[in-house]
């Protein structure tokens, strides 16, 4: 039986799970075409005098994904992934000067519950009870499954599922009900950001996220850093028979007679029985594609929620910061503003929150003897028409970030970075073609979710598929290879 020639534009997580698992089935010779110097998309590395940075996704959790993801190729996640486990699971600093651990350990935790909010425990235990229902409905019923018509999402049965989740309800409303210290209620809402949502709009089954990293399934750093997950998903490709050709940037995927031909690099067009898009989604639309419906041209996007983008500092210093854990979060000192900032009014946060890794907790080949290796991630708008960064606006922000790094205790920073990179929302869009800059790509309100969010099959080109952050399920790196399934399932599906 002939194979059918497939073409993937982009090898970032999404690309490659898609390749891995199409090249596995038999029928299909996979090529992946990625316009950058290496393989991974926003999960990459960076590395200088010494220090080692992962770029992107610094959390890893929902390890059965990329379990059953390998094993589908044959091949063995844990051996070629080793994870350690995260324990604690992170330091939550808030704006009043204290602060907590999040931990598995259920004594760890309950000790710390007490210390913040006296009497939480039941509260605590009704939140999981609570979040493990959702995160168990939600993944079986929604997240793992390709809804192609309203008809197969709006069923009676789904539409009680939903009811369950609470699905019209708000995550930090949702979380205060188990939680009368606001700072409890920040703590189990703020991972809606690992999404680039606020807890103020984001869907209160987001819930499942701190659950999985207490009471599901907790929360590892793979050994290396993160770029070790894809990089073991490049040699899975490569044993499969995947071609994975970097620094091949695609121009247009080529449409003819209604249908995707294949992608144009350079001057050359590069055939193809079908094409999959692992380049964010509305991009796609807008600069690959030459004949699109009205309602994919720049300026509807422009009326779509996308997700925040990121300001993010990769700093390599002379010294080490103890007090910080592997994971750290900062929280602002009014919590609400912050978010009304970057998601409302979209204008640079003037108390931000911010998150900083520093891996050298678990593994000090990230830097030097003697110095530390800190990923700083500051929540900010997407670009839009009013707001753009020039190189003043990132400068001030650069300080202000450094201001409240050294006010929160990270002593004379400024004094010890020897090594300093700083990524804006134009490089998100520039580098890896996020529309706007948005970090995590369209956004996930109730009508961005399920059958609302983009197909993972172009509605009016035939052979033509996506995969990534902005279509379905979503964004984040465990969402992307459950869409890598769906999306190869579909593609199976409709060439048998």
Known sequence: MSQKKVVIVGAGIGGLATAMRLQARGGFSVTVLEKNATAGGRCNIWEAEGFRFDTGPSLLLMTDIYRELFAFCGADFDALVPLIRMEPNYGVHFGDGSSMIMSSDLPTMIAELEKIEPGSVSGYYRFLEDAGRKYRIGRSEFVEKDFRTAGDFFTAHNLGLLKKLNALDKLYTHV??????????????????????????????????????????????????????????VKVCGNLGVDIHTEQQVSEIVIRDGKAIGVRVGGEVIPADIVISNADLPYTYTDLLEARPKRYEENSWRKQAFTSSAFVMYLGTDRQYPELHHHNFYLSSDYKRNFEEIFDAKVAPRDPSFYINAPGRTDPSVAPEGGDNLFVLVPIPHLTQQQQWTDEQISVFREKVFDRLEARGLTDLRKHVVVERVITPHDWERQYSLKFGAAFGLSHGIFQVGYFRPANKAPHVGNLYFVGAST???????????????????IAADAA
């Open 472 to 490: 379905a399920p979503g964004t984040g790196v465990p969402l992307v290879c459950l869409g890598a399934k769906l999306v190869s399932e579909r």
């Open 176 to 233: 205060s009900q188990f939680f009368k210290d606001d700072r409890l209620r920040q703590a189990f809402s703020m991972q809606s950001m690992y999404l680039g949502i606020s807890p103020f709009d984001a869907p209160a089954v987001y819930t499942l996220l701190p659950y999985t990293e207490l009471a599901e399934d907790g929360l590892y750093y793979p050994k290396g850093g993160l770029y070790s997950l894809p990089r073991a998903m």
